[in-house]
T-cell receptor, first 115, second 114 residues
Framework: GENVEQHPSTLSVQEGDSAVIKCTYSDSASNYFPWYKQELGKGPQLIID?????GEKKDQRIAVTLNKTAKHFSLHITETQPEDSAVYFC??????????????FGKGTKLSVIP | NAGVTQTPKFRILKIGQSMTLQCAQD?????MYWYRQDPGMGLKLIYY???????DKGEVPNGYNVSRSTTEDFPLRLELAAPSQTSVYFC?????????????FGSGTQLSVL
């Protein structure tokens, strides 16, 4: 089944700097790649997603890039603010370890934005 | 619009006890899921349902059971709780976009088995 690796596990940046989180996936047939943000004590919330027929997508200060050949995708946050501090999860939609088509999640990146 | 509602928010169980985690959604989504989240391990799928009356196992189903009698509700049952089931549990629902799934998560249930 699909395997998603996410790096780094923790990331600290100064307010105003950029942050980049990277993920790789194993199944070349996976075709949908969302990113979720989880604030303390809350459930994950979708912040941006990209499909396999697109190379880049932007939404204000966040962007996601996808390299299908290398099987990796990245989240870019520019002009970081303290409210960006959270745990971020990447995911890939493909054949899971359970044998059905599901989202497989990375292990998460804890982002801390230092004022 | 409440979205996905989970109860309880916190629970402590003794080894061998049983309990049901409740999940309800008001978005008329056909798909519902139960995940567990362990520190540094991401989200692991326990069970999922594609509609009322239909459930299937995810990656880590052992020790759990589910039912889906209505579109709105998807309870998760723990029988004979074990310390390994100490975790944060998230329920989610989704609508299919044709090329993937946008999940909507509840706020979670933190369970400790002692």
């Amino acid at each position: 089944g699909e395997n998603v690796e996410q790096h780094p596990s923790t990331l600290s940046v100064q307010e105003g700097d950029s942050a980049v989180i990277k993920c790789t996936y194993s199944d070349s047939a996976s075709n949908y790649f969302p990113w979720y943000k989880q604030e303390l004590g809350k459930g994950p919330q979708l912040i941006i997603d990209i499909r396999s027929n697109v190379g880049e997508k932007k939404d204000q200060r966040i962007a996601v890039t996808l390299n299908k050949t290398a099987k990796h995708f990245s989240l870019h946050i520019t002009e970081t603010q303290p409210e960006d501090s959270a745990v971020y999860f990447c995911a890939a939609f493909g054949l899971s370890g359970a044998g059905s088509y599901q989202l497989t999640f990375g292990k998460g990146t804890k982002l801390s934005v230092i004022p | 619009n409440a979205g996905v509602t989970q109860t309880p928010k916190f629970r402590i169980l003794k080894i061998g006890q049983s309990m049901t985690l409740q999940c309800a959604q008001d978005m008329n989504h056909n798909y519902m899921y139960w995940y567990r989240q362990d520190p540094g391990m991401g989200l692991k799928l326990i069970y999922y349902s594609v509609g009322a009356g239909i459930t299937d196992k995810g990656e880590v189903p052992n020790g759990y059971n589910v039912s889906r009698s209505t579109t709105e509700d998807f309870p998760l049952r723990l029988e004979l709780a074990a310390p390994s089931q100490t975790s944060v549990y998230f329920c989610a629902s989704s609508y299919m976009t044709g090329q993937g799934e946008k999940l909507f998560f509840g706020s979670g249930t933190q369970l400790s088995v002692l």
